[in-house]
């Protein structure tokens, strides 16, 4: 268990407001990403960030910011939502060695499920 | 541009037929494969990396092979509660940071 919770899990919003995603780690990890899933695309990067206050866009990242006070908290931030951005959103952290494999994976939050309509 | 790819898209086997699930890929600097099960509502579960060309993982009914073009995810005698999606990704060093790129993921349905 990589010891990560993301909140909400659902939220059905409207086009226009502004959306705030919380993912919280337990362990310490320097390494955080936000991902987006949707039909026929894998695991798609939106931000990452490599520690306090130091964060880097992804493949997918307009729309959409981000920000790391704390090392356990990543936030991410829709901010004026569009039905585009309806998707699972997963957390992911790099494994710091800690669990399971060798190093270099990433193991994921249980998701939220946004709605925008 | 990296890419992967995972066939099929979708497999349907019958408990205890075994089968392979492929993910074939195209990348600058390979730095590690990984495979993640994925059950539906759920967040991908870490299964293995691999690291090199020749490499073999194994856990319970799952064996994972690459090669320097793809990986196999070997599933011998499945079980039901083995259903799941199952999905590929590379991860190359860019920039610095851990560049993971995902397939699309096989639909593994196990019927009784």
């Known amino acids: 268990d990589a010891g990560i919770t993301q909140s909400p899990r659902h939220k059905v919003t409207e086009t226009g407001t502004p959306v705030t995603l919380r993912c919280h780690q337990t362990e310490n990890h320097r390494y955080m990403y936000w991902y987006r899933q949707d039909p026929g695309h894998g695991l798609r990067l939106i931000h990452y960030?490599?520690?306090?206050?130091?964060?880097d866009k992804g493949e997918v990242s307009d729309g959409y910011s981000v920000s790391r006070s704390k090392t356990e908290d990543f936030l991410l931030t829709l901010e004026s939502a569009t039905s585009s951005q309806t998707s699972v959103y997963f957390c992911a952290i790099r494994n710091n060695e800690l669990l399971a494999g060798d190093g270099n994976e990433q193991f994921f939050g249980p998701g939220t499920r946004l709605t925008v309509l | 541009e990296d890419q992967v790819t995972q066939s099929p898209e979708a497999l349907r086997l019958q408990e205890g037929e075994s089968s392979s699930l492929n993910c074939s890929y195209t990348v600058s600097g390979l730095r590690g494969l990984f495979w993640y099960r994925q059950d539906p509502g759920k967040g991908p579960e870490f299964l293995f990396t691999?690291?090199?060309a020749g490499e073999e993982k194994e856990k319970e009914r799952l064996k994972a092979t690459l090669t320097k073009k793809e990986s196999f995810l070997h599933i011998t005698a499945p079980k039901p509660e083995d259903s799941a999606t199952y999905l590929c990704a590379v991860q190359v060093g860019y920039r610095g940071y851990q560049k993971v790129t995902f397939g699309t993921g096989t639909k593994l349905q196990v019927i009784p």
């Open positions: 960030s490599y520690g306090v206050k130091d964060t």
């Open positions: 691999l690291y090199s």
